[in-house]
């Protein structure tokens, strides 16, 4: 069974950054494409980035793209969700989410394509 964890999050004020950092257990990390969904209350969760496995092909909403940065290091099992000039609507749960593909640069945004998921952590932007 893989394990997925998140860490990184925490309260933070409007204009600021923080850094998401999702960990598996994973022995066949590099063949995982990795995805970051959120959650806001009262809201359906969301996708929010993905990176393929070879890291060569990354994906965003709209909603983020230019303020949030997905990257992955392989060789320690780790993505990263770099989020800078947040605003009070990042406000969410962001969970980490991961795929087994074949394609190395698959990418999906749907949460049916993902089978592995974090519990989640909780990012606050104060505004």
């Known amino acids: 069974q893989v394990q997925v964890a998140e860490s990184g999050g925490g309260l933070v004020q409007a204009g600021g950054s923080l850094r998401l950092s999702c960990t598996t257990s994973?022995?066949?990390?590099?063949?995982?494409?990795m995805a970051w969904f959120r959650q806001a209350p009262g809201k359906e969760r969301e996708f929010v980035a993905a990176?393929?496995?070879?890291?060569?092909?990354?994906d965003y909403a709209d909603s983020v793209n230019g303020r949030f940065t997905i990257s992955r290091e392989n060789a320690r099992n780790t993505a990263n969700l770099q989020m800078n000039s947040l605003k009070f609507e990042d406000t969410a749960v962001y969970y980490c989410?991961?795929?087994?593909?074949?394609?190395?640069?698959?990418?999906?945004?749907?949460?049916?394509?993902?089978?592995?998921w974090g519990q989640g952590t909780q990012v606050t932007v104060s505004s």
């Open positions: 989410a991961l795929r087994t593909v074949l394609a190395s640069s698959w990418l999906g945004r749907r949460q049916s394509q993902y089978g592995f």
């Open positions: 994973g022995r066949t990390f590099s063949t995982y494409t």
């Open positions: 990176i393929s496995s070879d890291g060569r092909n990354t």
